[in-house]
Structures are given as C-alpha cells and as structure tokens.
C-alpha cells in the first residue's frame, strides 16, 4: 500500500481518539516483508477513465435520421395545405384551385375524393392509409425512420412521436373533425421540431437531419408557388391570404404590412425575406451553410447543384409582377419555371447526397484492388 493519514491518541486517552483531547495525525506507510521499495508493486486502485466512442456514423442510421427530417416536414407542409384548404370552402373559385393542389402533392388519391366532412363516414379519405402519398402514409414514413435511428432520440422524443401516430389514428377511425385532426397534427409537429433543434447533440447525424427538412420546406413551397403562377394570372386577394397560411407567415404579413396582401409583397415574403424562417431565402441561406458544415466535417467541398437555380430565381425583379399587362404576365410565368426549377434541384441534391453519404454497400477493398 503507498500508505496514508492516521489519527493518533493523545497521552493519556485509551479508549477515544480526538483531536480535542490531544490527539493528532501521522503519516503511515505499509512495508513489504522483504522491504522492497513501494513503487514497485503498488497495488493501490487507479481511478477509472471514461472510454469515448469515436466510431463513425453508421450510413444506414444517417439516411433514417436525414430521411425523418425529411417526413416531419411533409407532414407539416401537407397539414398546412389541407388546413388552410378547407379554411376557403366558402370561396367556389379559390376551392377549385385548392383541391387541384392538393390533388397535385397527393393529399387525394381519386379525383373523386372530396375533403369536405360528411356527417356519419367511417373515415375521411383525405386521411385514408390507402393513399401511398397521403398524409397517413408520410406519418407511417416518419414512424418507421425514427424507429430506426432509436438510439439518437430522448424518451421524451420518441414519446412524442408515438403519442402522434396514436391521436392521429385514433381521430381518424372516430371521424373526428378534418380541421381538429390537423390543428393536433402541427401542434405535435411542432413538438418534434422543437426536439431536433434543441434536444439532439448536434453532430453530422444531426446536420443531415436537419438538412432534410430544410430540402422539403424549401421544395413544397416552391412547387406550390410555380403551381400558382404558372399560369401567369394575377392570384387574387383571397388566393394571397390562402398562400401565406399555407406558408405559416400570415402573422409576419400582417405586422409588416398595413395593407391587404399583395402580389409584390407576399412574394417578398415568402420567397425573398431572408429573415423568414419560412421563406425560401432562408431555406437556401441554411442549406448552403448545412452544406459547408457537413464538407468541412466530411471532408470534400460542398455541394453546388442549387447554386445556379437560386441564382436565377434571385435575378427576378419584384416590380415587373404587379399588373395586367404581358411584360407583368410574363414576369409571373418566369418566376413559376424558375421556381419549378428549384425544386428540381432539390431533388438532385437529395439524390447526390443519397449516393455520397447513404451507401450501405461495403465494398471488398482488397477484390477492388486486384
């Protein structure tokens, strides 16, 4: 033993060892029989180290963690749609064109379907698992990623998600309400954001999930503005107003603007504002940085397949789209196939980083080599 500190009576005292009756300590040391010298043999217990993993990202656990970003923002974008789509029922024009949207990014299977509640259905089929592109399909979608990336999710996270599945099945199956359904629906999205901003450890996992759903916001939407303005008509005040609910910046419009909205300025918002967390500047600004963090940590130089489709969309001149006249009508139609352009780029992206960070073929280096 390398010894230690003992308490030691004072003269007199037997039975009692205390320092205030004159005791005291001394320094003791333990010999060896043989006296060898203590250094050599000391069996006194080292203090345990942590051991720190530092294995590398398993790809599979990466895409489920990428591919669950991914889902929740689908989720949340088609709830947003459907929500503010039943909002206009009263408006026989703008219904029209929301339910041709919704039928565009698959919220019906049948052109036959309508979203509208009928008293007494046993389902609502806007909400029906048969629809391979429904809301219900993308929720089972989100479920089965997060099972697979478990082990990167608190209790709390992955509660989260169950409760979510549950209170959307349970609603469907009791015919609740199209529009309570979908309020529970972005309040438990909500929830699940909030759990990837700030209770995740935000290492590269964590990058690709986040960089997942910053690729679906920013694809929904310009799909859903070039849907729009296609065409090349003025939307009207009503379409604007549906527009900006889908886009979650009817609040930001308001308090920035006195005015009704209007073309220029919701354009402006949700396309240009780089302080929207909703707008597709933002979306472009995050994942170009997300890009930079995952090269740096990754190694390789980041990825440019969006650069020349955000380039020509910020080319646009905002004041050349109000108005009747054919150099207006054109302007709305350039900035439709430029938008539509852009979420074609979202889509390579996704792919190129499918094939660059989502192999789960390993490949037998030596049979590579002969």
Same mark, same amino acid.
């Not at 929500?83 to 064109?97: E, F, I, K, M, Q």
């Given at each position: 033993?390398p010894?230690?500190?003992?308490?030691?009576?004072?003269?007199?005292?037997v039975?009692?060892?205390?320092?205030?009756?004159?005791? !005291?300590s001394?320094?003791?040391?333990?010999?060896?029989?043989?006296?060898r010298?203590?250094e050599?043999?000391? !069996? %006194?217990?080292?203090?345990?180290?942590?051991?720190?993993?530092?294995?590398?990202?398993?790809?599979? #656990?990466?895409?489920?963690?990428?591919?669950?970003?991914?889902y929740?923002?689908?989720?949340?974008?088609k709830? *947003?749609?459907?929500?503010? &789509? #039943?909002?206009?029922?009263?408006?026989?024009?703008?219904?029209?064109?929301?339910? %041709?949207?919704?039928?565009?990014?698959g919220?019906? *299977?049948?052109?036959g379907?309508?979203?509208?509640?009928?008293? !007494?259905?046993?389902?609502?089929?806007?909400? &029906?698992?048969?629809n391979?592109?429904g809301v219900?399909?993308?929720?089972?979608?989100?479920? *089965?990623?997060?099972?697979q990336?478990?082990?990167?999710l608190?209790?709390?996270?992955?509660?989260a998600?169950?409760?979510?599945?549950?209170?959307?099945?349970?609603?469907?199956?009791?015919?609740?309400?199209? *529009?309570e359904?979908?309020d529970r629906? #972005?309040?438990?999205?909500?929830?699940l954001?909030?759990?990837?901003?700030?209770?995740?450890?935000?290492?590269d !996992?964590?990058?690709?999930m986040?960089?997942?759903r910053?690729?679906?916001?920013?694809?929904?939407?310009?799909e859903?503005?070039?849907?729009r303005l296609a065409?090349?008509?003025?939307?009207?005040?009503?379409?604007?107003?549906?527009?900006?609910?889908?886009?979650?910046?009817?609040?930001t419009?308001?308090?920035?603007?006195?005015?009704?909205?209007?073309?220029?300025?919701?354009?402006?918002?949700?396309?240009?504002d780089?302080?929207?967390?909703?707008?597709?500047?933002f979306?472009?600004?995050?994942?170009?940085i997300?890009?930079?963090?995952?090269?740096?940590?990754?190694?390789?130089?980041?990825?440019t397949?969006?650069?020349?489709?955000?380039?020509?969309?910020?080319?646009?001149?905002?004041? %050349?789209?109000?108005?009747? &006249?054919?150099?207006?009508e054109?302007?709305?139609?350039?900035?439709?196939v430029q938008?539509?352009?852009?979420?074609?780029?979202?889509?390579?992206?996704?792919?190129?980083?499918?094939?660059?960070?989502?192999?789960?073929?390993?490949?037998? #280096?030596?049979?590579?080599?002969?």
């Amino acid at each position: 033993m390398p010894g230690g500190l003992a308490r030691i009576a004072g003269d007199g005292a037997v039975d009692v060892v205390s320092m205030q009756r004159g005791g !005291g300590s001394k320094d003791v040391w333990v010999l060896t029989p043989d006296l060898r010298p203590i250094e050599e043999f000391s !069996g %006194a217990p080292t203090q345990p180290r942590t051991q720190i993993r530092h294995d590398e990202l398993p790809s599979r #656990l990466v895409e489920n963690l990428y591919w669950m970003g991914r889902y929740s923002e689908r989720c949340d974008s088609k709830a *947003r749609l459907l929500r503010a &789509s #039943l909002g206009v029922r009263s408006n026989a024009a703008l219904w029209s064109t929301a339910v %041709a949207v919704c039928r565009h990014f698959g919220c019906m *299977r049948d052109p036959g379907e309508d979203l509208t509640h009928k008293a !007494g259905s046993a389902n609502l089929p806007m909400f &029906s698992e048969a629809n391979p592109l429904g809301v219900a399909a993308d929720l089972q979608r989100l479920v *089965r990623c997060a099972s697979q990336a478990r082990s990167r999710l608190s209790a709390e996270n992955w509660r989260a998600i169950g409760v979510l599945q549950r209170e959307f099945h349970d609603a469907w199956q009791r015919s609740a309400d199209p *529009r309570e359904i979908l309020d529970r629906m #972005l309040l438990s999205l909500a929830a699940l954001a909030g759990f990837a901003h700030d209770d995740m450890t935000q290492d590269d !996992g964590w990058r690709l999930m986040m960089l997942g759903r910053r690729l679906e916001r920013l694809q929904f939407l310009a799909e859903l503005l070039a849907q729009r303005l296609a065409g090349g008509s003025t939307p009207s005040q009503a379409e604007l107003e549906w527009l900006l609910d889908i886009g979650d910046s009817t609040i930001t419009y308001r308090t920035r603007y006195l005015a009704s909205p209007q073309l220029a300025a919701t354009i402006d918002l949700l396309v240009f504002d780089h302080s929207n967390p909703r707008s597709l500047a933002f979306q472009w600004d995050e994942i170009e940085i997300s890009l930079l963090r995952i090269a740096v940590s990754l190694g390789g130089t980041p990825d440019t397949t969006l650069d020349a489709a955000v380039t020509l969309v910020e080319e646009l001149q905002l004041s %050349a789209l109000e108005g009747d &006249s054919a150099r207006a009508e054109r302007a709305r139609v350039s900035l439709g196939v430029q938008l539509q352009a852009l979420g074609v780029a979202v889509g390579l992206l996704s792919d190129r980083l499918s094939l660059k960070h989502f192999s789960l073929i390993e490949l037998n #280096l030596s049979m590579v080599a002969a």
